[in-house]
């Protein structure tokens, strides 16, 4: 496929994505390549290439002589980092952030005991400039640099657990906080208490302390879902 016809097929997930995901196309929709080549300006190939990776996702299904079908929600890959972003861009966004960070706090504060007893030395002192990079972007309404360090941080615990099931889920975490910021559910600088718990995170992580980085990161996650009890009720 040609540079310009990789570009052509982003831009066409670009709009369909959110449109199955946002409900435009209601689960059981048949949907036919022609006709949406047409709709979106692109050849057939383009658009049966675009096809394939909605398909990847599990959003639709093709066969022969029916065409594309839109498939039920429940049948969704909705760990996809793709459609999770196209969800949140929705209208349903509330909802979605809350069930992702009900998720959260099932994994993370698990993982964060595992970090504390499997740890590199290299992953502690990651860990710790994650946390001192929050620390230092935590004023001043510098969210875009904040997230930066919040996202490192989360990947480092999920990797440092030394569960290969839980490192996977690094992404899923990335677009969650990126999701907040992108759609402003955040508070213009993140609560000082919070900041300063990813901090002992850290600490407890180095220590080989897994209760109390456990115990820690359970406060982060519940601290989350508290703060979207105000921003997205």
Known sequence: ??????GLHAQVLDRLGPAITAGEHPPGSVLRTDELAQE???SRSVMREAVRVLESMQLVASRRRVGVTV?????????????????LA??????????????RSAVE?????????????????ELTRCALGMVATSRGQRLAEYLVHDVAFHRVILSASGNEMFARLGDVV???LSGRTRHEVMF??????????HVRVAEAVREG???EAERLTREITVGALRELDVLAP
């Open 71 to 87: 498939r039920p929600v429940e049948e969704w890959n909705v760990y996809d980092p793709q459609v999770i972003r196209w969800r």
């Open 40 to 42: 979106y300006g692109v």
């Open 1 to 6: 496929m040609t540079v310009q016809a990789r």
């Open 109 to 125: 504060p698990a993982a964060a005991g595992l970090a504390a007893r499997h740890a590199s030395p290299e992953q502690c002192a």
């Open 174 to 176: 990335a677009e969650v």
């Open 209 to 211: 302390d897994a209760a």
């Open 188 to 197: 213009e600088d993140p609560d000082p208490a919070a900041v300063t718990l």
């Open 90 to 103: 929705g209208a349903d966004r509330a909802r979605q952030l809350r069930s992702l960070t009900v998720l």
